[in-house]
């Protein structure tokens, strides 16, 4: 009834498969914590360590795109949740140093990716200017809350669903806290 071929030739395809995803896995892990950590300097004002990193995470990432090709890697969460983490910590980079925020070049990345970076940039906005607004900084706030509110300018041209919608929720809620933040800084000024 079934061939033998048949099955020896699946069960070798998911053995191959399952191995190529704990390949991708082992090598998505420490780029997702590398990105986290990259934010959290940033949120210290470790700029140049952090440009650093992102150089290194990009090269990494450019590397594993080629070792593996970038429409396998994207069939694995563990490899887009690093990509999705990189970017927040590249665009957070970028916002910090008044670069454009765009694609980057030399990486074959999802769009889904792109905005749900841009969707979580607007939290560690967000918590920029919380910080901020414990040292009096009332232009960085004001900045912030400029930004943020383009972003989500631009977000609403799409009619998000799933995860995204999820992630522009948030955003609008990271935009209403800065809001809250820039009018309890201009009622007790």
């Known amino acids: 009834m079934i061939k033998a071929t048949f099955i020896n030739n699946l069960k070798t395809s998911y053995k191959n498969k399952n191995q190529e995803r704990g390949k ?5 892990n420490p780029l997702l914590h590398d990105s986290k950590r990259i934010i959290f300097a940033l949120h210290r004002m470790e700029t140049d360590k ?18 593996l090709g970038a429409s396998r890697l994207e069939q694995e969460g563990s490899y887009k949740a690093a990509v999705e983490e990189y970017l927040e910590a590249k665009f957070f980079y970028n916002w910090q140093q008044e670069k454009p925020i765009e694609k980057i070049k030399g990486l074959n990345i999802s769009h889904d990716s792109y905005l749900g970076a841009l969707s979580d ?8 200017c919380v910080n901020q607004a414990a040292k009096r900084n009332t232009e960085a706030v004001e900045k912030g809350y400029q930004d943020v509110s383009q972003i989500l300018s631009y977000l609403t041209e799409f009619d998000f669903t799933g995860y995204l919608r999820t992630k522009y929720d948030q955003a609008r809620g990271h935009l209403r806290k800065i809001e809250q933040i820039n009018y309890d800084i201009n009622i007790r000024s």
């Open 50 to 67: 952090a440009g650093k990193e992102l150089n290194r995470l990009e090269d990494d990432l450019k590397k594993l795109q080629k070792q």
């Open 24 to 28: 991708i896995i082992r090598l998505s």
């Open 121 to 128: 940039l607007c939290g560690e906005i967000a918590r920029y």
